[in-house]
């Protein structure tokens, strides 16, 4: 009976902590190819994916709010790929050909028309977990933290795809910014840095490094809580250890007030960087 009633309290304990810790994932939206490395020539698949744990799933975005979809390949030549779009396909949300070795950056926006209305307690712990310090702060200034929330918000991602072996000089424009207006920048190639060595990134908003953002490391293989939380330090970096294996995500999340915006308080940006190093052949379905 004693242990029945524990193992009882014990569920009840884990169910807890998982329902705090979702809102702090819960607007995590990311690009996930099927592999990460391949050969040149291969047909990649990608499905868009949200939220973590047992709330992860195949993302609904419809397809008239995504504005940019895109690789960017050596030599800085981007592709436009939003017609390999199929939201919702049976193998994939989109597909993508890499015809010549190098780094590859592949990139979706959404527009900024999503809207968001919290009660005053749940959007003030948002704030917090997401690290929207602008938010937090204006909100204290104003007297206005018993107020709802409402904001309206938009999506960023990228992925890295590593076609044939890493090479220097194919992939210094995957180390640039590609023009996102909140943006994961690698300042290394994950796929050619040592796995005892560490990984910098830095944070770009409108075209500038942002200092105090909040970064988390999700690894998403074991992704109900992130592996690891960063701020960024006054010249838009964190610096992460480089991971063994596996599938990882990096996202970060920005805000800004809209004066006199009668149907939103602030626009939210939430962007999001995918990499693999799992050991795994080089390769995925040609076709």
């Not at 005053?120 to 007297?143: C, H, I, M, S, W």
């Not at 992939?171 to 290394?188: C, N, T």
């Amino acid at each position: 009976m004693h242990n029945t009633t524990s193992r009882r309290f014990a569920a009840a304990v884990l169910a807890g902590v998982a329902a705090l810790a979702a809102p702090v994932l819960a607007h995590d939206f990311w690009i996930q190819p099927d592999v990460f490395r391949v050969a040149p020539g291969d047909t990649v698949p990608f499905s868009l994916q949200v939220g973590h744990g047992t709330e992860r799933e195949r993302s609904a975005m419809p397809l008239r709010r995504i504005v940019r979809f895109d690789a960017t390949g050596p030599g800085a030549r981007r592709v436009d790929l939003r017609k390999r779009l199929q939201i919702g396909g049976a193998t994939g949300d989109a597909t993508a050909a890499f015809a010549q070795p190098g780094l590859y950056v592949v990139a979706l926006a959404t527009d900024d028309t999503a809207i968001s209305r919290l009660p005053a307690a749940k959007f003030n712990d948002y704030l917090k977990e997401e690290g929207l310090t602008p938010a937090v702060t204006l909100r204290k200034r104003l007297g206005s933290t018993q107020a709802e929330g409402v904001e309206r918000y938009g999506r960023r991602t990228k992925t890295l795809v590593q076609v044939g072996t890493p090479d220097a000089k194919a992939q210094a424009h995957a180390l640039r910014p590609v023009g996102l207006s909140l943006e994961l920048v690698p300042e290394a190639n994950p796929y050619a840095v040592p796995r005892a060595a560490r990984l910098p990134v830095r944070v770009y908003y409108q075209g500038r490094p942002l200092a105090g953002a909040q970064v988390k490391r999700i690894d998403l293989d074991n992704d109900a809580l992130p592996a690891q939380v960063l701020r960024t330090d006054a010249a838009g970096r964190v610096t992460f250890a480089m991971p063994t294996r596996g599938r990882w995500l990096l996202a970060v999340a920005w805000t800004r007030p809209l004066v006199g915006n009668k149907q939103a308080d602030f626009e939210t940006v939430f962007s999001s960087l995918s990499f693999g190093v799992a050991a795994q052949p080089v390769g995925a379905t040609r076709r």
